[in-house]
């Protein structure tokens, strides 16, 4: 079982929609990433999260760490935005990825 | 550009072969990572570097032979590869010893083994 979780595995929208990307984990962490994979392979960095709220943007990404579970959200989504996002959790001086979520946004 | 560079972007290599596999930073960063992404697999770390010092062997066989010069270059030599070696290699660098903060990916070396 792998410690991190991420669900849909899949998702296309249209443009425009609001777009939520879940993760869940099941380890004590100390921090929690969101990456952006582009087709090319190339990883962005997108949040680096311990409590409560980031929003750069039109990502916002939330985590709660009683339950174990981080939120990531698009708003106003664009083809652009197409992209494997991977949820990453730093776990006894590890890093453990999850499997990512394929967003496919559609003009 | 993300600031880490890896190079060749693409590499194609027989069996039999060497190879090696470049990356530099130039982010001041002083920790960095060697990641495996296979087909529908998450990311697989392979070597960290801390300080010029390596820090962590994920249990990576021996085929797979890293070396960092310094702290800006990290080098991954390939010899007698599998096919099933076949991948995507990310370098990542960070600031300090501690991970994720200031995490930074390279684009990757899509290696082919035939």
């Known amino acids: 079982k792998n410690e991190v979780e991420q669900s849909p595995q899949n998702l296309t929208a249209q443009e425009g929609e609001f777009i939520t990307i879940n993760c869940s984990y099941s380890?004590?962490?100390?921090?929690l990433h969101w990456l952006q994979q582009h087709p090319g392979g190339g990883i962005v960095s997108l949040f680096m999260l311990s409590s409560g709220k980031k929003k750069h943007g039109r990502l916002i990404a939330t985590i709660n760490i009683q339950e174990k579970h981080s939120s990531l959200h698009i708003t106003a989504s664009h083809p652009r935005d197409s992209a494997v996002y991977i949820c990453a959790v730093e776990w006894n001086d590890k890093i453990i990825f999850g499997k990512g979520t394929r967003l496919h946004i559609l003009p | 550009e993300t600031g880490v560079t890896q190079t060749p972007r693409h590499l194609v290599m027989g069996m039999t072969n060497k190879k090696s596999l470049k990356c530099e930073q130039h982010l001041g960063h002083n920790a960095m990572y060697w990641y495996k992404q296979s087909a529908k697999k998450p990311l697989e770390l392979m070597f960290v570097y801390n300080f010029k010092e390596q820090t962590e062997n994920n249990s990576v066989p021996s085929r797979f032979s890293p070396e960092c010069p310094n702290s800006s270059h990290l080098f991954l030599h390939l010899h007698t590869l599998q096919p099933e070696d076949s991948a995507l290699y990310l370098c990542a660098s960070s600031q300090g010893g501690e991970l994720g903060y200031g995490y930074t990916f390279g684009s990757g070396t899509r290696l082919t083994v035939v």
């Open positions: 380890v004590g962490i100390s921090a």
